[in-house]
């Protein structure tokens, strides 16, 4: 999964990038992508991001939590804070997982129709190139046939 792509995520959703927490949130989406951080111990995440970021465990889970905290009350888009993070069950913890598990979705969907739309293109240059043979071969034939008669004229 790109950076880019959650950063994207979380503006939509309108949370300030001013923030650490928006750093915090991107680095936490991000760790969770790799296989060591699928399931994880959220103290050893928030440290992690911390030893990343120079910043300690606490200060990290605080920006994080503030972070939500004013997605959620400056609400600039409702559907998009409701679909990736939701308004119950606001935990830092299970705000970060809701908002993975809809990201990677989405990320997933959307490499799936790149590579159809990739595919698509791959089949639809086969046939034009396909079509182009047979044009050119018929023009070939017609070409002969057109020479064939000149000649015979002439003769």
Known sequence: MKKEFVEHVL???GMP??????R??????????????????????YYKIG?????????VER???NAFMTTRNKVSNYEMVEHYIGFTNCENSNSITFLYKNIKREYMKLQQEKM?????????????QSFNEVTAEMIKGIVRQTLKEMLFEIA
């Open 11 to 13: 503006l939509a959703m």
């Open 17 to 22: 990038i001013k923030l650490k927490g928006f």
């Open 24 to 45: 915090y949130i991107t680095d936490a989406v991000m760790l969770m992508d790799t296989p060591e951080w699928k399931n994880p111990k959220w103290t050893a995440l």
């Open 51 to 59: 030893v990343m970021n120079g910043d300690t465990e606490s200060k």
């Open 63 to 65: 920006a994080i939590r």
């Open 116 to 128: 159809e739309a990739k595919t698509k293109e791959e089949d639809t240059e086969e046939v034009l």
